[in-house]
Nanobody
């Protein structure tokens, strides 16, 4: 079992930056691939980024590539999403998720989810 708790969301102006964090419970955090997903208002949940257990493999969606960076600190059981040059279309509830295995983009393939944190980007 892995319990995930996101923090750090908020309101930011377009062009600004925000870092959201995900704290995980458990002593085997490094075994889990971590994914970031977002759900814009009225839309389906979408993959944002994924990072392997050791941090060597990272994937980004095309919509955030070059603007967002994910990282993890296994000693602290933390994963982060640094979001730069934010756009109004980045407004969404952002959630972290965990799975064992490889980095994948499908939300249904992740076993554990946080409750989500709201990110709102004003124009």
């Amino acid at each position: 079992q892995v319990r995930l708790v996101e923090s750090g969301g908020g309101l930011v102006q377009a062009g600004g930056s925000l870092r959201i964090s995900c704290a995980a419970s458990g002593r085997t955090f490094g075994r889990y691939v971590m994914g970031w997903f977002r759900q814009p208002p009225g839309k389906e949940r979408e993959f944002v980024a994924g990072i392997s257990g050791g941090g060597a493999i990272i994937y980004y969606s095309d919509s955030v590539k070059g603007r967002f960076t994910t990282s993890r600190d296994n000693a602290k059981n933390m994963v982060y999403l640094q979001m730069n040059n934010l756009k109004p279309e980045d407004t969404a509830v952002y959630s972290c998720a965990a799975r064992e295995g490889g980095v994948v983009t499908g939300a249904s393939l992740y076993s554990y989810w946080g409750q989500g944190t709201q990110v709102t980007v004003s124009s």
